[in-house]
Nanobody, 125 residues
């Protein structure tokens, strides 16, 4: 069982930056693949970025819509995964969720059994 708590959301102007954090409970954090998803009003929850377990090399992946602007990373000593978001756009406005699964990275939200409560990101134009 893994419990996840996101933080770091807020209101930022276009072009600004935010760093989201997701703190995980449990002793086996390093063995989990971690994902970031987001959901805008009246839209489906979509994949943003993910990072594989440390055993798999902590390889980072990101959606085309955020590639070059968002960076996912993990700190196993702190049981925390981060999402650094730069050059933010109004279309990045959404609730951002952290998710975890054992074994490999997946792009589908249905493949992640563990979820945080979400943190709101609002980008003003």
């Amino acid at each position: 069982q893994v419990q996840l708590v996101e933080s770091g959301g807020g209101l930022v102007q276009t072009g600004g930056s935010l760093r989201l954090s997701c703190a995980a409970s449990g002793r086996t954090f390093s063995s989990y693949a971690m994902g970031w998803f987001r959901q805008a009003p009246k839209k489906e929850r979509e994949f943003v970025a993910a990072i594989s377990s440390s055993m798999s090399g902590a390889i980072a992946y990101s959606a085309d819509s955020v590639k070059g602007r968002f960076t996912v990373s993990r700190d196993n000593a702190k049981n925390t995964v981060y999402l650094q978001m730069n050059s933010l756009k109004p279309e990045d406005t959404a609730t951002y969720y952290c998710a975890a699964r054992e074994y490999g990275v997946r792009w589908s939200r249905a493949e992640y059994p563990y979820w945080g409560q979400g943190t709101q990101v609002t980008v003003s134009s």
